[in-house]
Structure formats: structure tokens, C-alpha cells
């Protein structure tokens, strides 16, 4: 039985990206190649300053690279303009910050509601908060909610429009580990029943266990990357 190789969502080619600040230039990413497949579970590991924030933010649309290309399917995004990057992030991508960013005068429903009216093939704003096990916490204001269930109204107002691939940057890092592994189980959960493909980038070790394939990330280069053979529920991961 032959497998089918699996289908590359995000090819970069020797992507570089260079800031001028000030006097200075800043060389965020010099020369960074990876492929990223459907469907998989990536951790991007690396202390700050490594370059991981600039990656993802290159992927997501969010930034362009100075050089190099990037892919996404069949679809090279460093040469989109603005308003058809602004469509990519709209219409293929959730983003998961480390804050929430949640509208404080609406209710968590209203907050991932704001996304689903936007969307072409929605999730049902209660079906994205049932995902991440706050089906009874859906008409609470982000004041009466922990900050562990904001970061999760955060992720179902991600996944509500249903998108191709899942950001995160360091979506556990404002948060205890205890409140973290709830977080990382609503995204491995995500993952696993929707077929997100979903990165992770933090500087926490311990998560890379939970991964398909860990990059690390050091200087502005893939310093190297590891598949795990058995990956760790977030309940098993050694902080």
C-alpha cells in the first residue's frame, strides 16, 4: 500500500527579512526554507529575537519577506498587494495572540459572532465555543471569564470562519500551566477534529512533545527540526 504524500500548505524559499532601525539593520530572517504539510501540528521553538514572530507573522500575511518566496498551496503571497493579503488573512488563516484581544462589551458569543458574519462557510458561533469546552460560559462578558477561557473564546473566534491554518503566538504565555494545558488541549482538539493545520510558536520547551514536527529556530535560520514519534496529550507534557 502506497501512502499519498501529503500536501504542502506553506513552501518558503530562502526567505529573508531585514529591518532598518535607525542606523541599524536588523536581520529578523536570513534565508529560512520549510515546508509545512495539511493537517499537521508544528511547534516553532526559540528564545526571543530567534525570528519565529517574524516567520509567522510572513505566513499568516501579516508582514512580507525582503526576499525570497513564499508559498501557500499553489499561490505565491510575496507578490499579493495589501488588499489581497488583507483577503488571504480573511479568508484562510486564524490568528491566536498570547493577549486575547477580546471586545470587552460583547459576550464571548458576540466576540466570535463578529468573525462568522464575515466568513463564507461559518462555523455557528456556539459550535466554535462547544470545541473548546465553553458551551456554558458562551453569554459571559471577557470580565467574568478567566484568562484561560478568554484565550479560548480567542481560539473559537480563530476556527469560527474555518480556516486552512492556525497561528499562534505563544498562546500560552500570559497564561499558568495549568490554564495553559486547558489552552493547548483546545488547539490539539482543534487540530485533530477539524484538520487545522496549526503552529505553535513559543519559547516553552515542554510543548514541543505535544508537536508533529518541532522547528527551532535560532538567529534568523531553522536551527534544526524533529518529528516525534509520540507525541504527548497537553495532561502528559513535563513543564
Given at each position: 500500500?502506497?501512502?499519498?504524500?501529503?500536501?504542502?500548505?506553506f513552501?518558503?524559499?530562502?526567505i529573508?527579512?531585514?529591518y532598518?532601525?535607525?542606523?541599524?539593520?536588523?536581520?529578523?530572517?536570513r534565508?529560512?526554507?520549510?515546508?509545512?504539510?495539511?493537517?499537521?501540528?508544528?511547534?516553532?521553538?526559540?528564545?526571543?529575537?530567534?525570528?519565529?514572530?517574524?516567520?509567522?507573522?510572513?505566513?499568516?500575511?501579516?508582514?512580507?519577506?525582503?526576499?525570497?518566496?513564499?508559498?501557500y498551496?499553489?499561490?505565491?503571497?510575496?507578490?499579493?498587494?495589501?488588499?489581497?493579503?488583507?483577503?488571504?488573512?480573511?479568508?484562510?488563516?486564524?490568528?491566536?495572540?498570547?493577549?486575547?484581544?477580546l471586545?470587552?462589551?460583547?459576550?464571548a458569543?458576540?466576540?466570535?459572532?463578529?468573525?462568522?458574519?464575515?466568513?463564507?462557510?461559518?462555523?455557528?458561533?456556539?459550535?466554535?465555543?462547544?470545541?473548546?469546552?465553553l458551551?456554558?460560559?458562551?453569554d459571559?462578558?471577557?470580565a467574568?471569564?478567566?484568562?484561560?477561557?478568554?484565550?479560548?473564546?480567542?481560539i473559537?473566534?480563530?476556527?469560527?470562519?474555518?480556516?486552512?491554518v492556525l497561528?499562534?503566538?505563544?498562546?500560552?504565555?500570559a497564561?499558568?500551566?495549568?490554564?495553559?494545558?486547558?489552552?493547548?488541549?483546545?488547539?490539539?482538539?482543534?487540530?485533530?477534529?477539524l484538520?487545522?493545520t496549526?503552529?505553535?510558536?513559543?519559547?516553552?520547551?515542554?510543548?514541543?512533545?505535544?508537536?508533529?514536527?518541532?522547528?527551532?529556530?535560532?538567529?534568523?535560520r531553522?536551527?534544526?527540526?524533529?518529528?516525534?514519534?509520540?507525541?504527548?496529550?497537553?495532561?502528559?507534557?513535563?513543564?
Amino acid at each position: 500500500m502506497t501512502h499519498s504524500s501529503p500536501t504542502i500548505v506553506f513552501q518558503t524559499i530562502n526567505i529573508t527579512k531585514t529591518y532598518q532601525m535607525g542606523e541599524v539593520q536588523v536581520h529578523a530572517l536570513r534565508g529560512v526554507d520549510l515546508e509545512l504539510y495539511q493537517g499537521e501540528f508544528v511547534v516553532m521553538l526559540g528564545p526571543s529575537g530567534s525570528g519565529k514572530s517574524t516567520l509567522l507573522n510572513i505566513l499568516g500575511g501579516l508582514d512580507v519577506p525582503t526576499s525570497g518566496t513564499v508559498r501557500y498551496g499553489d499561490q505565491d503571497l510575496s507578490t499579493f498587494n495589501e488588499s489581497v493579503l488583507t483577503r488571504y488573512r480573511r479568508e484562510h488563516v486564524g490568528f491566536v495572540f498570547q493577549f486575547y484581544n477580546l471586545i470587552p462589551s460583547l459576550t464571548a458569543r458576540e466576540n466570535v459572532a463578529l468573525v462568522t458574519e464575515i466568513s463564507a462557510h461559518p462555523l455557528p458561533p456556539e459550535e466554535a465555543l462547544q470545541l473548546v469546552q465553553l458551551g456554558e460560559r458562551m453569554d459571559h462578558f471577557p470580565a467574568q471569564l478567566s484568562g484561560g477561557e478568554q484565550q479560548r473564546v480567542a481560539i473559537a473566534r480563530a476556527i469560527a470562519k474555518r480556516p486552512n491554518v492556525l497561528l499562534c503566538d505563544e498562546p500560552t504565555g500570559a497564561l499558568d500551566i495549568k490554564t495553559g494545558i486547558v489552552v493547548l488541549e483546545a488547539l490539539a482538539k482543534v487540530n485533530r477534529e477539524l484538520g487545522t493545520t496549526t503552529v505553535v510558536i513559543t519559547h516553552n520547551v515542554a510543548i514541543a512533545d505535544m508537536a508533529d514536527r518541532v522547528f527551532s529556530l535560532s538567529d534568523g535560520r531553522i536551527a534544526n527540526v524533529t518529528e516525534n514519534t509520540h507525541k504527548k496529550s497537553p495532561a502528559e507534557l513535563s513543564w
